[in-house]
């Protein structure tokens, strides 16, 4: 139990820092353009990436989770992670500022490809549950992250915000030197290339993976956009605030749908919380209001929230023996969207302007509405 403990309690804090590093991105968009001198085409290459760098360790390091050594894998993640804020603490060109964050994203991904496993292995009779307390604890970083980076820009220059996340990661990686090595991860199967098409293959694993991708794509425009499109409506200060009520909302929504995962199908859910998303989509890009703006965005938080921990454990329960491989594909399927929506909202924003770019979230959402629902339509039809 000391073990689980001490586990549990690593993974927890290195989600809770990536939370906070993830959101302050989108916020430093405006000081990159102003240091940099780069066009919004390129600015839309920042988030992706670190989910490139991301996507990368994930599918590597998931895809053998049977074989790798976890607590040294998990330290390696750890000290990229480090290094990558150091280095953007002294970046002085866009383009080491856009490899630094490849170099994060490699670090984060190298501990994003074995955590949830692990977790799953401890917890193996609560998996929904404590992959949407996961969720919320990133959830409560990414929403101090937004406010933690109207406070470094109001004292010093923005380089600073990355020196300042550095301490927070030093003790995860003394509580990592530490630890045991799990055994439980010892349960996990050794897959081939067979197995992996055969998974992808499974309607569960490829339903559970298209749908990633299109809640991705709307996770990853509002992380790295939506403060920049709230700034023409509001004050820049003020638009890092709503890009915060936005994330603050994952919190009470991902305690409740841990609660509700037990209870409902976890199709149901999705699919519920897709239809109600399309409207709600709708209405907070097509209105010229910001007091709409930032209701939409709240109730979008509150539905977006519940997408991710909720699709990622169906798949992992769907086949648990490969929880590695099936997290890999979730985590991957789910940050391809993430990578390639911001870059495609970057180029229709310079085309033609930031309010129709943002608009692809309507048709982004009815996609995932299609998707949920005809999974669930081919699990329910007799063998």
């Known amino acids: 139990m000391k073990t689980r403990t001490r586990w549990t309690v690593a993974i927890f804090s290195f989600v809770a820092c990536h939370g906070v590093v993830s959101q302050t991105r989108g916020p430093l968009l405006a000081s990159f353009e102003r240091s940099f001198g780069v066009s919004q085409s390129l600015l839309g290459a920042v988030a992706p990436a670190a989910t490139v760098g991301l996507l990368l360790a994930v599918l590597l390091l998931g895809?053998?989770?049977?074989?790798?050594?976890?607590?040294?894998?998990?330290?390696?993640?750890?000290?990229?992670?480090?290094c990558s804020l150091a280095s953007l603490a002294l970046?002085?060109?866009?383009?080491?500022?856009?490899?630094?964050?490849?170099?994060?994203?490699?670090?984060?991904?190298a501990v994003r490809a074995l955590d949830r496993p692990l977790l799953g292995h401890l917890y193996p009779d609560a998996r929904g549950r404590l992959f949407n307390l996961y969720a919320l604890t990133w959830a409560v970083g990414a929403t101090v992250g937004p406010l933690f980076v109207?406070?470094?820009l109001s004292v010093t220059d923005w380089r600073?915000?990355?020196v300042f996340l550095l301490l927070p990661l030093l003790p995860v990686v003394v509580l990592l030197w530490r630890a045991t090595p799990p055994r439980e991860m010892r349960n996990e199967q050794n897959i081939s290339l067979a197995a992996v098409r055969e998974l992808l293959s499974r309607p569960a694993v490829l339903g559970m993976a298209t749908a990633l991708v299109l809640s991705g794509s709307i996770e990853g425009t509002m992380f790295a956009w939506f403060a920049y499109y709230a700034g023409e409506f509001v004050p820049?200060?003020?638009?890092?605030?709503?890009?915060?009520?936005?994330?603050?909302?994952?919190?009470?929504?991902?305690?409740?749908?841990?609660?509700?995962?037990?209870?409902?199908?976890?199709?149901?859910?999705?699919?519920?919380?897709?239809?109600?998303?399309?409207?709600?989509?709708?209405?907070?890009?097509?209105?010229?209001?910001?007091?709409?703006?930032?209701?939409?965005?709240?109730?979008?938080?509150?539905?977006?929230?519940g997408f991710f921990p909720t699709l990622s454990a169906f798949g992992i329960d769907s086949a648990a023996e490969y929880s590695g491989p099936v997290n890999a594909i979730a985590t991957g399927a789910n940050y391809v969207g993430i990578t390639a929506?911001?870059?495609?909202?970057?180029?229709?924003?310079?085309?033609?302007?930031?309010?129709?770019?943002?608009?692809?979230?309507?048709?982004?959402?009815?996609?995932?509405?299609?998707?949920?629902?005809?999974t669930r339509w081919r699990l329910a039809r007799p063998a």
């Open 150 to 152: 109207n406070w470094v």
């Open 63 to 82: 895809m053998n989770a049977g074989r790798v050594r976890v607590r040294r894998a998990l330290l390696v993640g750890v000290g990229l992670t480090v």
């Open 236 to 305: 820049r200060t003020r638009a890092n605030v709503l890009l915060s009520a936005f994330l603050v909302t994952y919190i009470p929504a991902r305690l409740l749908y841990s609660h509700l995962c037990d209870r409902l199908a976890p199709l149901t859910l999705v699919l519920g919380l897709a239809v109600v998303g399309v409207p709600v989509t709708a209405l907070a890009f097509t209105a010229r209001s910001w007091v709409v703006l930032a209701a939409g965005a709240l109730a979008l938080g509150f539905v977006v929230a």
């Open 160 to 162: 600073m915000t990355f």
């Open 91 to 109: 970046v002085q060109s866009y383009w080491v500022l856009v490899g630094s964050f490849l170099l994060q994203g490699l670090g984060i991904g």
């Open 341 to 374: 929506a911001p870059l495609v909202v970057g180029v229709v924003a310079e085309r033609v302007d930031i309010v129709t770019g943002m608009r692809l979230l309507v048709p982004a959402m009815v996609g995932l509405v299609v998707v949920v629902a005809t």
